[in-house]
């Protein structure tokens, strides 16, 4: 735990875990909380993560894309059992450009681009012949060549301002590190486990 620079220690432990993790090491919980606080978690997958922050997309109709907009705050978490890992993300949450949505839409497979149409996230539905039927309605609807974005599908970065990552040792003697930010630097400290 050497760099003072929490992002880049985050790209070292999370190259750590694509290499060692036997499922998705990019699943990260995402936590929110509605307009009146009430909070809500579910796992998520991290896309895209930089010195600007963590991204992950999703319907903008969904429930957590409606605590964004009242509560533009959120936190991640990143549990990696194989490493014995954890770390934690807290931050502001900001839109992802238009182009950003654009360009990591088209690499998704055919089918979740489908799907991404298809969907009326988190909405009550009658069974799964209803969606099955919206998938197909969708395809008709682009038989071949590109699947645009739906206007209504896209990501969110959360932009750090705490990073606290924490090791599994023996007699749970844990190594615990936080990273806060302050201005355009961060301030380290090693916390009790």
Request: net charge positive.
């Amino acid at each position: 735990m050497a760099s003072k620079d929490p992002l880049v220690f985050f790209e070292e432990w999370f190259a750590d875990a694509k290499s060692a993790e036997k499922s998705d090491p990019t699943a990260m919980a995402l936590a929110t909380s509605d307009a009146s606080g009430n909070p809500s978690v579910r796992m998520v997958l991290l896309k895209h993560a930089d010195t600007a922050g963590f991204v992950f997309y999703t319907n903008l109709e969904s429930p957590k894309s409606e605590h964004l907009k009242a509560r533009p705050r959120a936190a991640l978490c990143f549990h990696w059992p194989v490493l014995e890992r954890q770390v934690r993300v807290e931050g502001s949450v900001e839109p992802v450009t238009a182009e950003e949505a654009d360009g990591y839409f088209s690499t998704r497979p055919r089918l979740s681009q489908l799907g991404a149409w298809a969907s009326r996230q988190s909405r009550p539905i009658a069974g799964r012949f209803v969606l099955e039927q919206a998938v197909a309605a969708v395809a008709l609807k682009f038989p071949v060549g590109t699947v645009p974005r739906p206007p209504y599908w896209s990501g969110f970065r959360v932009v750090p301002d705490l990073i606290e990552f924490w090791q599994q040792r023996p007699f749970r003697h844990h190594d615990r590190q936080r990273f806060t930010r302050e201005g355009a630097a961060w301030r380290q400290e090693w916390l009790f486990p």
